[in-house]
């Protein structure tokens, strides 16, 4: 007996094999649907009496399994059922003749046989035979489970009649040997008269009639017959008979304790009456019970009375025993080579009783033992069966990853390399059912959250065999699937060069079928999830990722966080993000762009190139709002490495928010603007569209030409101006900027494509004379000053300074050279189109920045009694600190030229009451009486 | 002497393992992983009963053709496997649970590092070099 029936469990030793075959030529699909029918009948209650005869129906028996009938009898085919398709009575005769060929196959064993006929009508049909059923049709057959009850009861009296007989033989008739097909040849020229040979004969048939007895639904007699046998057979050395009569009482122990079976749930079977009768026994356990003493019984041959009032609940096993009594038969049947077959499935049967205990631990053991019985040569397709079986009943005892161990086990057998045609769709369905075992689901949102769960080298090790398996099934797109799932939640497993593998095997696949977002359907109902690759690149942390909108390409950029901003309809936008390449090769992203939802949104895909492990590194997406509204931004898409993804932020790891929320306001104009300046660095505090800055010598004044050019599509309606000085210490004179808006203002509203121009002033009036060293020269000459109340406030403050003269000396001489800096803001808010009518605007800022240098210096201001005495010559010192020629004028006096880094004495005549004020606030009104020309300019 | 020496966090993911280098190490990441099965099931086991004295010695987890693995668990259900070849007859239960113990100190030291992060694979030389001197030294 070579193969080993799997399925097989302790309850199916009460049962009786039929087998249910085609004859001759019959659709698989017909044949089937009957079959299922005939099948369906699996448990016969037999008329008058309680018993229960349980079947089960093979479509294929190997007739070298029948041979060990006689060693346990629910091997024995006892009934056969042929199905045939017969359409004309010619073929009838012909028909008959196959259906006795075919009992012949099992011929000792039968018990009984049917045949029924698909499609013979007529004379033949109608006639009456019990072995014959004649049906017009498959689809006509409204009897079939009637028939076969029929049969089963026909085959439950032959079973009767075989029990009775074989349980009422005589001690003093000659018993048959029973024996295995391989014992055959150990028996010949034995001595049959000796004792020993006669207890064998005994203890072979008691276990025998115990199989009968359970077959026959004779639970508590099974028992009996099984304990006696057991003693007999252990006197003689009997091994192997001995182990099948100690598994027989584990198998009725086992029906008594477990009346739902120990199968699961494919195997469950009806409550039966029986069973139920015996359920309502076993809740009496102080029933005074005798046990039978099986010793008492041996000497006297196989005529014990094993009536009902011997003990029931004693001859049962406890649970407990019944795994002593397995381990026991096994370790008998483990002596024989030949009856490997038997020990596994004893085995199998252990497991699933121990399953049903709860008692993993042992049930292992016994799936160890299991695993290293050897059965020969084993073909390819048996050792699948093997280790799928193998792996079944791990995962019932609970062990998943041993499960899923094997279960590879058995893929992997799937596509041995002596398997001429490898079944990869096997493997594959195989491999897909291991993933619970390694704790891996295919759904990469499993992994996004939290620290990687599971044991990542066997969990990369199945994978990779994923990817391979479904490509040699021939479908790409699973594998680029699985290649993805691999490269998005394995990253930080990989080694670089593995990283460098994976990436060109999945490049190499998507050439041929790129990876998408959808969902794959397997046929048997799995699905797989589309897998983002978020990894690739990383986003960095959300709260980093700052939102810019775009009013005016890249000259107008405000950047405002996430929700004081709005988008503007028409115009293009921006989303920056900061991304990370953890590849230690370059990344090219392509077809990036937003995911947005709310408002018609056109994304523009830019691509990019990322380098091997790049830092931080800001991608900017763009896009233009079609429509008014709000939009959310969900996302980004990518491709990279031909697998598109979308990657929402909510998936995201270590991105809190879920996207964001703009404002798309409806359409407003845009402008550019121009200076006549050359265009300079930002200011340092603001953010600004653009800046400039030039220098201007001290009371300098310089016109700076803005030009606005409406480049967007709607129409310009207002316009304002504003200015806003950055906060300085420098006392500022004057304005600094003035502008005369009028004329822009006639040409509203503003086309689009046309322009205006403001002219701007810039004039930088400041004063330089705080200088220590021009204060200190004063305060020398004071004594030369006249009238002076000595009681003069800045007098007192300036005279402690003079102690520190040499040092404020040696600063002054920097001094001259001190450039000031003048920083201002223009503003222009306009509005135009729809969005007007909502009352938005934009704003346009322009940075003006001037570096003021000193012109004129007045470095000794004194004073000289004049011929009257109310007035007074004023001499004023002046310095010329710059590198031009300047001409000097005031009021009612000659020009004076003064030439670069001169220094010239300059004489007005004031009135004594003029004097007073002009000694005070000396220098600073000065300035306002010079007009500083440059002389390069040709202006005097 | 061991073969296989591995680190199992307390979520059933390897924090260490370390193979000779002889023969495949993957083999040796299946032995482990599957022995975790047996592993669970005997502390679900002694769990109910004894849960505060439980030993953290759990024994030979289970035979195979070649190996014998043992295994043994710490308060904190962080698990070390020692797996030995089953030709290696003189090494008795004493001098495997002794590993073991020299194991745990070595893995309390490791916890002890601040610098170390709970959870994170175990790098440290000093372990590494303790796991050297149980292992079969190649040669």
């Known amino acids: ?437 390694y704790s891996l689901s295919l759904d990469p949102k499993d992994f996004s959250k939290g620290t990687h769960r599971g044991w990542a080298a066997v969990q990369l090790r199945l994978l990779h065999e994923l990817v391979y398996a479904s490509r040699r099934m021939g479908n790409p797109g699973l594998s680029v699937r699985h290649l993805s799932f691999l490269l998005q939640t394995m990253l930080d497993f990989l080694s670089d060069q593995e990283k460098k593998e994976v990436t060109q095997s999945l490049e190499n696949y998507t050439s041929k079928c790129p990876g998408g977002m959808e969902v794959i359907s397997l046929p048997d109902g799995l699905k797989l999830p589309p897998v983002p690759f978020t990894k690739l690149p990383i986003l960095n942390a959300f709260h980093s990722l700052c939102i810019y909108t775009v009013c005016c390409f890249s000259l107008m950029c405000v950047c405002v966080c996430v929700a004081d901003f709005q988008w503007v309809q028409g115009d293009v936008c921006e989303v920056q993000l900061m991304v990370y390449n953890p590849m230690p090769f370059e990344l090219r992203v392509e077809n990036m762009g937003l995911l947005t939802s709310g408002v018609d949104f056109e994304s523009l895909p830019a691509a990019l190139s990322l380098p091997a492990e790049s830092g931080l590194y800001p991608v900017t997406l763009v896009g233009v709002p079609r429509t008014a509204g709000n939009i959310t931004i969900n996302g980004y898409h990518t491709s990279v490495f031909g697998v598109s993804s979308d990657c929402l932020l909510e998936g995201l790891v270590g991105v809190k928010s879920s996207g964001c929320m703009v404002e798309v306001v409806p359409s407003l104009p845009r402008l550019q603007l121009c200076t006549s300046l ?200 002046v310095f010329n600190s710059t590198e031009h020629e300047l001409t000097l004028s005031a009021k009612n006096n000659q020009d004076l030229v003064l030439h670069a880094s001169e220094c010239q004495r300059y004489t007005h005549t004031h009135t004594h009451s003029h004097r007073l004020l002009l000694h005070w606030r000396d220098v600073t009104p000065s300035v306002q009486l010079i007009e500083v020309c440059r002389l390069s300019d040709g202006i005097t | 002497m061991a073969v296989c020496i591995a680190v199992i966090a307390k979520e059933n993911y390897p924090l260490y393992i370390r193979s000779v280098p002889t023969q495949g190490e993957l083999k040796f990441h299946y032995t482990v992983h599957t022995s975790l099965d047996v592993v669970e099931e005997k502390i679900s086991g002694v769990g109910k009963a004894l849960a505060d004295q439980r030993e953290l010695y759990l024994g030979l987890l289970y035979p195979t053709e070649d190996y014998k693995v043992y295994g043994y668990m710490t308060n904190s259900k962080v698990k070390f496997v020692i797996v030995v070849d089953s030709s290696n007859t003189s090494l008795r239960d004493n001098e495997i649970r002794s590993m073991f113990r020299k194991l745990h100190n070595s893995f309390t030291d490791v916890m002890c590092n601040p610098f170390y992060n709970p959870g994170d694979p175990i790098q440290s030389k000093a372990f590494d070099s303790i796991v050297s001197t149980m292992m079969v030294q190649a040669f």
């Open chain 1, 1 to 437: 007996m070579s193969v080993p029936d799997y399925m097989q469990c302790a309850e199916d030793h009460q049962t009786v094999v039929v087998v249910v075959q085609p004859m001759g030529i019959v659709p698989e699909e017909q044949f089937f649907r009957i079959y299922k029918r005939i099948a369906s009948v699996s448990q016969v209650s037999i008329r008058d009496s309680q018993r229960v005869l349980f079947i089960r129906f093979r479509h294929h028996y190997p007739p070298e399994n029948n041979e060990w009938g006689d060693f346990q009898t629910h091997r024995k085919v006892v009934g056969l059922i042929s199905v045939t398709s017969c359409n004309t009575a010619k073929e009838w005769p012909q028909t008959s003749d196959r259906f006795h060929g075919q009992k012949e196959v099992f011929g000792s064993t039968l018990y009984d046989s049917r045949l029924l006929v698909f499609g013979l009508q007529g004379e033949v049909a109608e006639q009456q035979r019990t072995d014959v059923a004649f049906y017009p049709s498959y689809d006509d057959c409204p009897d079939v489970e009637k028939r076969v009850e029929d049969f089963v009861e026909s085959i439950f009296i032959v079973l009767e009649s075989k029990r009775l007989d074989r349980a009422t033989d005589k001690s003093g008739d000659k018993i048959q040997m029973l024996c295995v097909p391989f014992e055959k040849k150990d028996f010949v020229g034995l001595d049959t008269d000796s004792r020993h040979y006669k207890k064998r004969c005994q203890g072979r048939m008691r276990k025998h009639v115990g199989d009968l007895c359970l077959q026959a639904g004779m639970l508590q007699d099974a028992l009996v017959h099984y304990h006696m046998a057991v003693e007999l057979l252990r006197s003689v050395n009997d091994f192997l008979w001995l182990g099948a009569a100690l598994e027989g009482l584990c198998s009725a122990s086992v029906i008594f304790h477990y009346p739902g079976g120990t199968a699961g749930k494919s195997g469950a079977r009806k409550p039966s009456v029986s069973s139920a009768a015996d359920a309502g026994k076993r809740h009496r356990p102080g029933a005074q019970e005798v046990l039978i003493d099986p010793g008492a019984l041996t000497s006297s041959g196989i005529s014990a009375d094993t009536s009902a009032e011997i003990g029931r609940a004693k001859n049962c096993l406890s649970q407990e025993d019944i795994i002593e009594k397995y381990k026991e038969a096994i370790s008998y049947y483990g002596k024989y080579k030949s009856a490997g077959v038997i020990e596994l499935e004893a085995c199998i049967k252990a497991v699933r009783v121990l399953a049903i205990q709860k008692r993993a631990m042992e049930a292992s053991e016994f799936l160890q033992n299991a695993v290293y019985i050897n059965l020969g040569q084993l073909s390819e397709e048996e050792k699948i069966q093997r280790y799928s079986v193998l792996s079944e009943l791990y995962e019932l005892i609970g062990f998943q990853r041993k499960s899923a161990f094997f279960k590879r086990v058995a893929a992997m057998q799937c596509v041995a390399p002596t398997i001429p045609e490898p079944g990869w769709k096997a493997c594959y369905k195989l491999l897909l059912e291991t993933l619970p075992g």
């Open chain 1, 678 to 877: 050359p265009r300079s660095a930002h200011l340092s505090s603001e953010d600004l569209s653009t800046s400039v800055s030039l220098q201007l010598f001290n009371g300098e004044t310089q016109q700076l030409t803005i030009t606005l050019e409406n480049i967007g599509t709607e129409t310009l309606n207002t316009l304002e101006l504003t200015s806003k000085t950055l906060s300085t210490k420098e006392k500022l004179f004057g304005e600094f900027l003035t502008w005369d808006l009028q004329d822009a203002l006639s040409h509203l509203p503003l086309k689009s494509g046309q322009s205006v121009s403001i002219p701007v002033n810039i004039s930088a009036k400041l004063d330089f004379s705080g200088q220590e060293s021009l204060l200190n020269d004063l305060n020398d000459d004071g004594i030369s000053v006249t009238g002076l109340p000595v009681s003069s406030p800045l007098r007192q403050v300036l005279k402690p300074r003079t102690e520190n003269k040499p040092v404020g000396s040696d600063a002054s001489k920097n001094e001259f050279n001190h450039v000031k800096t003048l920083e201002a803001v223009l503003t222009f808010k306009y509005s135009g189109g729809a969005g007007q009518v909502e009352g938005y605007y934009r704003e346009l800022s322009l940075g003006v920045r001037v570096d003021v240098e000193p012109s004129v210096f007045f470095t000794r201001v004194s004073t000289l009694p004049a011929t009257s005495t109310r007035q007074c010559h004023l001499l004023l010192d």
